[in-house]
């Protein structure tokens, strides 16, 4: 049995087969045809959260977002009898299954996914017009009541109402459910580093604080390979604004910014707000640089840094640092050429020394396994003081005062603190490899195609499938959510491009769930 989102014209043809079997033939709502299937009138606006048996439709439930709902019609305006507030309702418009499916359990999974569906897209309040004859399961559900009975005889309805922001045996079921997650962040957190949580804070003054955050850094310095780190508060985007703004502040003159991606692209959008001298050499999403044409450039143009992102997630693609380590080392002159790198994605995935770089930005999410909110950069240059930008992305001050500038979360710095101990071996560099590897092989069986990388810059933590045009990879991605399986897909330039992605960063995803993951594509699409 497969659970998902229709977006086919046989679902959709067998979804009215099943309409008519249930509100013609059994409940005398509508009238029969010869042709025995019935439209809903609110189709083009329905979503359908399907069960299918092999190619077979057994269920479905409708959701419809956009008023007026057909209680809207029945009732007039639902505000006018149900008095509470809310502000995202959704209406069930139709439930059926076929009868010999009704006493299993597909009815009450297909009711799972759908709950996952309202709670994933914010709904705050259920409505449904409920048929008397299964009040008791709705009003087990978590329905009530708000209306006197509607329709006709033989086929009366009940208006009902679920408010998703109360206690719900069926929500609070789905909240301890179990999730996949192939997302290239968040992850899901180790016990240890969520037991930091259950602390309580403590001073950023305190000689604990201080003690911590230096055994933070040690650790940090460890596993990049670096001089110097520091530790500012707040997303990995920010370490890469206080290395823009090292930059701007050394005066270093025109540089060269590398983007094949969408994070290289911010890099650009980033620079040109701190008024750097550079220009971009940009390729298109995913394709190699020409590290031949960009050794020529640094040279003819006399560029004085180089920025660039390690791991460009947002294709799966590890661009070729080390040659760019020695494009910048040898086109320098009497002084190298400043090389900065965006490894946020990359470090703590993908082991990797970058003692020969002078910025390296990183954070405590992605692949360190802790929470998301302390931005990390790592240097082996010296830092200037900032004379005209903000305070706050200034790293020499808070490298001098040893990345407690100001208020410091002791509970982020503990969970992260914890997290690093993690890397004292290569274990978690070689779990991301072998489930990259196995994944790749149940998707090539699927004949999936994977977006070509040149072979020595593959990516090995993050998969990028370049969907067929005859199906949609947000159907596809909004499948595997209401299943409870979590893929790279709603960023605006996966859409756009039809793309999916599968990130294994997560330790704690393993191979089982890949299997179950892939045969749950395999039933959605086929092999291709």
Same mark, same amino acid.
Do not use: W
């Given at each position: 049995?497969?659970?998902?989102?229709?977006?086919?014209?046989?679902?959709?043809?067998?979804?009215? &087969?099943?309409?008519?079997?249930?509100?013609?033939?059994?409940?005398?709502?509508?009238?029969?045809? $010869?042709?025995? #299937?019935?439209?809903?009138?609110?189709?083009?606006?329905?979503? !359908?959260?399907?069960?299918?048996?092999?190619?077979?439709?057994?269920?479905?439930?409708?959701?419809?977002? +956009?008023?007026?709902?057909?209680?809207?019609?029945?009732?007039?305006?639902?505000?006018?009898?149900?008095?509470?507030?809310?502000?995202?309702? /959704?209406?069930?418009?139709?439930?059926?299954?076929?009868?010999?499916?009704?006493?299993?359990?597909?009815?009450?999974?297909?009711?799972?996914? #759908?709950?996952?569906?309202?709670?994933?897209?914010?709904?705050?309040?259920?409505?449904?017009?409920?048929? #008397?004859?299964?009040?008791?399961?709705?009003?087990?559900?978590?329905?009530?009541? @708000?209306? $006197?009975?509607?329709?006709?005889?033989?086929?009366?309805?009940?208006?009902?109402?679920?408010?998703?922001?109360?206690?719900?045996?069926? /929500?609070?079921?789905?909240?301890?459910?179990?999730?996949?997650?192939?997302?290239?962040?968040?992850?899901?957190?180790?016990? +240890? /580093?969520?037991?930091?949580?259950? &602390?309580?804070?403590?001073?950023?003054?305190?000689?604990?604080?201080?003690?911590?955050?230096?055994?933070?850094?040690?650790?940090?310095?460890?596993?990049? &390979?670096?001089?110097?780190?520091?530790?500012?508060?707040?997303?990995?985007?920010?370490?890469?604004?206080?290395?823009?703004?090292?930059?701007?502040?050394?005066?270093?003159?025109?540089?060269?910014?590398?983007?094949?991606?969408?994070?290289?692209?911010?890099?650009?959008?980033?620079?040109?707000?701190?008024?750097?001298?550079? $220009?971009?050499?940009?390729?298109?999403?995913?394709?190699?640089?020409?590290?031949?044409?960009?050794?020529?450039?640094?040279?003819?143009?006399?560029?004085?840094?180089?920025?660039?992102?390690?791991?460009?997630?947002?294709?799966?693609? =590890?661009?070729?640092?080390?040659?760019?380590?020695?494009?910048?080392?040898?086109?320098?002159?009497?002084? $190298?050429?400043? =090389?900065?790198?965006?490894?946020?994605?990359?470090?703590?995935?993908?082991?990797?020394?970058?003692?020969?770089?002078?910025?390296?930005?990183?954070?405590?999410?992605?692949?360190?396994?802790?929470?998301?909110?302390?931005?990390?950069?790592?240097?082996?240059?010296?830092?200037?003081?900032?004379?005209?930008?903000?305070?706050? =992305?200034?790293?020499?001050?808070?490298?001098?005062?040893?990345?407690?500038?100001?208020?410091?979360?002791?509970?982020?710095?503990?969970?992260?603190?914890?997290?690093?101990?993690?890397?004292? #071996?290569?274990?978690?560099?070689?779990?991301?490899?072998?489930?990259?590897?196995?994944?790749?092989?149940?998707?090539?069986?699927?004949?999936?195609?994977?977006?070509?990388?040149?072979?020595?810059?593959?990516?090995?933590?993050?998969?990028?499938?370049?969907?067929?045009?005859?199906?949609?990879?947000? +159907?596809?991605?909004?499948?595997?959510?209401? +299943?409870?399986?979590?893929?790279? !897909?709603?960023?605006? !330039?996966?859409?756009?491009?039809?793309?999916?992605?599968?990130?294994?960063?997560?330790?704690?995803?393993? @191979?089982?769930?890949?299997?179950?993951?892939?045969?749950?594509? &395999?039933?959605?699409?086929?092999?291709?």
């Amino acid at each position: 049995m497969i659970y998902k989102i229709a977006n086919i014209q046989d679902e959709y043809n067998q979804i009215f &087969k099943l309409n008519y079997a249930t509100f013609v033939d059994e409940i005398p709502q509508h009238k029969e045809n $010869d042709e025995k #299937t019935l439209i809903d009138k609110f189709h083009n606006k329905n979503i !359908y959260i399907i069960a299918k048996k092999d190619n077979e439709v057994i269920a479905m439930i409708s959701l419809n977002s +956009n008023r007026p709902f057909s209680l809207d019609e029945k009732l007039g305006r639902i505000e006018d009898f149900y008095k509470k507030d809310f502000k995202n309702p /959704v209406e069930i418009r139709l439930l059926s299954i076929k009868e010999e499916y009704r006493k299993t359990k597909a009815f009450f999974r297909l009711l799972e996914c #759908t709950f996952n569906y309202l709670i994933q897209h914010s709904y705050d309040l259920v409505f449904i017009s409920g048929t #008397t004859r299964q009040e008791k399961l709705y009003r087990h559900i978590g329905f009530n009541r @708000f209306h $006197d009975n509607v329709g006709t005889e033989g086929a009366e309805y009940i208006p009902m109402a679920l408010d998703l922001r109360e206690s719900n045996r069926v /929500v609070d079921k789905l909240s301890k459910q179990k999730r996949i997650n192939y997302l290239p962040g968040p992850v899901d957190l180790p016990d +240890n /580093v969520l037991s930091k949580f259950s &602390k309580q804070l403590y001073s950023h003054r305190s000689k604990e604080f201080v003690s911590l955050t230096q055994d933070t850094l040690r650790k940090i310095k460890n596993i990049l &390979k670096v001089k110097n780190v520091t530790i500012l508060h707040g997303s990995g985007t920010l370490a890469n604004e206080s290395i823009l703004a090292q930059l701007a502040q050394r005066n270093l003159g025109k540089g060269v910014i590398l983007a094949n991606g969408e994070f290289g692209n911010r890099l650009v959008r980033q620079a040109k707000r701190h008024n750097l001298s550079y $220009d971009s050499y940009v390729v298109n999403f995913g394709e190699s640089f020409d590290l031949e044409k960009l050794r020529k450039d640094v040279i003819e143009n006399n560029y004085k840094f180089i920025y660039v992102v390690h791991h460009e997630t947002s294709v799966g693609i =590890l661009n070729n640092l080390d040659e760019i380590i020695n494009i910048a080392k040898e086109c320098g002159g009497d002084k $190298d050429i400043v =090389l900065a790198v965006d490894a946020i994605s990359a470090v703590g995935a993908i082991k990797y020394d970058y003692s020969n770089v002078d910025y390296v930005a990183c954070s405590s999410g992605k692949a360190f396994c802790s929470i998301a909110g302390l931005a990390i950069v790592g240097s082996n240059c010296d830092l200037v003081e900032l004379e005209q930008e903000t305070i706050y =992305l200034d790293l020499k001050y808070a490298n001098d005062l040893n990345s407690i500038p100001f208020t410091q979360p002791s509970l982020l710095i503990e969970a992260l603190n914890v997290a690093l101990d993690e890397f004292e #071996t290569d274990e978690p560099y070689n779990n991301v490899v072998s489930k990259y590897r196995y994944m790749r092989s149940k998707l090539e069986q699927l004949k999936l195609p994977i977006m070509e990388i040149n072979s020595n810059e593959l990516s090995p933590v993050i998969l990028t499938v370049e969907v067929p045009k005859q199906y949609s990879s947000v +159907n596809i991605g909004d499948s595997l959510s209401i +299943n409870n399986i979590f893929i790279h !897909y709603n960023s605006s !330039y996966l859409r756009e491009r039809n793309i999916l992605q599968f990130s294994f960063i997560n330790r704690n995803t393993n @191979f089982e769930e890949i299997d179950y993951t892939i045969n749950i594509i &395999k039933n959605m699409i086929g092999e291709i």
